[in-house]
């Protein structure tokens, strides 16, 4: 048995033609393996990124494509009042909700991290916020928000009597920017948690006991145990959602349009207001490439800032 | 600090019971309120929006606009109006049809490409691999919100505007940044002596890649699978931004732009569209969650 096998098991690899050979050689074989991902990314999305920063100089509308007019597109914006909203409101609305987001996530991760009863079963439902699609949970909200019919108003007003009136929440200017904050930090708590959470089981349970050893008091273990030994993740975990949130999109696209009056308008929604049906590709590109300088920012301060000691990932001790 | 002086007194002192039982109730009605009481309140304001979605859904119209007489919290009389409506006087069908091609073509797309390049990242280790890896990772940090003005210039210019060709072509763009990554880590877990095993045996690398390496990766390419899948079922801006049909828009649009009209709002269709459009995802989610919660928070780990 084994006589007759041998001899069919080495056959193929005498016989191994050109291109078997060709694939098994390392450089040929990374390109090619390389090839389908790079492409993709070179061709939608490298090209589109520098040829967005392309359109922000020139005057393209749909149908026509523009001439370079320098940073005539840039100027006009700095000059807009909606354009100085956009920016504000973006600031305000990354600010707070990335706020909101940690410190309830955090929170929440903590009190995840008692030993609980149907643990998985907790944390598979604490995600749901987070898997379904945006927009459909946030027409839930546009109608937990609605005027006359906001289930809110009805618990304050007529059940629990703390107000006199019904909360107008997306009617003006404040309180609209308010309800698409809360909306976007109830959509981020559960990532936020689940991250933070994850952190938090590799903390060494030995620490806590050598800081119990020592009588430490419980807000000393979290300020001196917890939040170092996180903040590496935390890092990343906050680079992520600050940039995620800045470039929100589908949140207040769904819920507010930019309105009332374009208080509720973020960059985003601003651009694709001017670019898409507006026709204003050149307006729309500079208003996304203005964004590009607050990003950079973002994931710089949040990275260098919480990210940079080694021992906190427990690599060497300088 | 008095706790700890008090503690190992208290047995001797008292007679033995009454002071641990007296110790277990306040320590039980201490986790009760720091612990099981936030939680319910976090996990009542997590889920309600999905509550509030789903009654909506299934109560009729007399109820939906007349929280005084009706529980607004119950459903007086459930109806199956507004779901017989949204699939038989609208396309949502369709809707749900085109969501579903083009989320599952885009996932397998990317599941091609970004498994090969994380084999080629992480196995091959050629001259420069780790600036490949950043520079995929990077790619993840580019938001949809930046490229979308540029890519609809693309894809009109391609012509592939309003085809859903278009959308699976540019989903790749954010899925394939993050399967890579989640990818490359799950490989690094797999032991390279397998490789080299196969390698004395005389394997070709793609017999490896093929037959020790992909077998064992089964799970990471489910949670990568799934990923994706949710992620192009949630994708909003490029599916608003390069479709205009009726028929070709995905679910999330088309609940917005052609269920939104007028001025009087069908919120039972509304919420029954929501509802029916997160349940395919929330279905595939419960099916999978262990490998999506492990996934998730091994690729923030890395």
Redesign the interface.
């Known amino acids: 048995m084994s006589a007759t096998t041998a001899p069919a098991w080495t056959k193929p ?1 005498q016989q ?1 033609n050109w291109l ?1 050979r060709l ?2 050689w ?2 040929f ?2 390109f ?7 492409g ?2 070179l061709v ?6 520098g ?2 920063i392309w ?1 922000a100089f020139t005057d ?1 509308t749909i149908g026509r494509s523009g001439y370079w007019v320098g940073i005539e597109n840039f100027q006009y914006l700095l000059e807009d009042p909606l354009w100085w909203n956009a920016v504000f409101y973006s600031v305000f609305y990354t600010g707070i909700a990335t706020i909101g987001k940690f410190a ?1 996530g955090l ?2 991760a903590l ?2 991290n ?1 030993h ?1 009863p149907f643990k ?1 079963l ?8 987070w ?7 946030a ?3 546009w ?2 928000y ?1 005027p006359q ?1 906001s ?1 809110i108003s ?1 618990l304050l007003v ?1 059940k629990l009597g703390i107000l006199d009136n019904y909360i107008d929440f997306l009617g003006s200017a404040w309180p609209a920017r308010f309800s698409l904050i809360a909306a976007n930090i ?1 959509r981020g ?2 990532f936020v948690a ?2 933070l ?3 938090l089981q ?1 903390i060494s349970p030995s620490l806590y006991e050598a800081a119990l050893l020592d ?1 430490s008091t419980g807000w000393q273990r979290f300020r001196y145990i917890t939040f170092p030994m996180l903040m590496p ?1 935390l890092a ?2 906050m ?2 959602s600050i ?2 949130t800045f ?4 949140l207040v ?2 819920i507010t349009r930019g309105g009332p009056v374009n208080s509720t308008h973020l ?2 929604t601003l ?2 207001q001017r ?2 049906p507006g026709g204003q ?1 050149g307006e ?2 500079a208003i ?2 203005s ?2 300088p607050f ?1 950079v920012f973002a ?1 710089l301060f949040s990275y260098f800032g919480l990210a940079r000691r080694k021992w906190q990932q427990g690599e060497g001790n300088d | 600090m008095t706790d700890a002086a008090v503690l190992p007194e208290a047995p001797q002192s008292n007679t033995a019971t009454a002071q641990p039982e007296a110790m277990a109730w306040d320590n039980k009605a201490r986790r009760m309120v720091t612990i099981y009481l936030p939680l319910a309140c976090f996990l009542l304001i997590l889920l309600f929006p999905f509550y509030w979605m789903t009654v909506t859904a299934f109560k009729p119209n007399a109820e939906l606009f007349d929280y005084k007489t009706y529980n607004p919290f119950w459903i007086g009389s459930p109806t199956l109006d507004h779901i017989k409506h949204l699939l038989f006087n609208t396309a949502y069908p369709h809707w749900l049809v085109t969501t579903m091609t083009v989320a599952v073509c885009a996932t397998f797309l990317s599941l091609f490409a970004s498994t090969l390049a994380a084999y080629a990242i992480q196995r091959l280790r050629f001259k420069g691999s780790q600036y490949v890896g950043l520079a995929i990772y990077l790619a993840y940090l580019v938001p949809p919100s930046i490229l979308f003005i540029p890519l609809a210039t693309m894809v009109f210019r391609l012509g592939l505007f309003d085809s859903p060709l278009a959308l699976i072509l540019t989903y790749p763009t954010f899925l394939v940044p993050f399967c890579t990554w989640l990818l490359i880590g799950y490989f690094k877990s797999i032991p390279y002596e397998l490789e080299e095993c196969a390698l004395i045996d005389g394997a070709t690398r793609l017999q490896i890649l093929r037959q020790i390496t992909l077998p064992l990766a089964v799970p990471g390419l489910i949670s990568a699978g799934i990923f994706s899948f949710t992620l192009s079922w949630n994708e909003f801006i490029y599916a608003l931004a390069f479709i205009q049909s009726s028929e070709n828009k995905t679910v999330p649009v088309a609940i917005l732009t052609e269920l939104v009209s007028g001025d009087v709002y069908q919120w039972g269709a509304l919420m029954a569209g929501s509802l029916l459009g997160s349940l395919p995802v929330a279905i595939f989610y419960s099916f999978f969650v262990d490998y999506y919660v492990s996934s998730l928070t091994g690729a923030v780990k890395e």
């Open positions: 690899q191994a078997v694939f098994d390392k450089p074989l990374a090619a393996c390389l090839l389908p991902a790079a993709l990314l939608f999305l490298t090209y589109p990124l040829l967005g359109l393209t309830l929170w929440l009190l995840l008692n609980l998985s907790l944390r598979a439902i604490i995600l749901l916020p898997i379904v699609p945006t927009v459909l949970s027409i839930a909200f109608w937990i609605d019919f289930i009805f007529d109830w708590i559960p689940i991250s959470l994850a952190g590799t009588g993740i990343i975990v680079t992520f940039i995620f470039t929100d999109f589908q696209y769904a960059l985003a651009a694709f670019g898409i590709l729309g590109a996304a490439v964004m590009i990003l994931t």
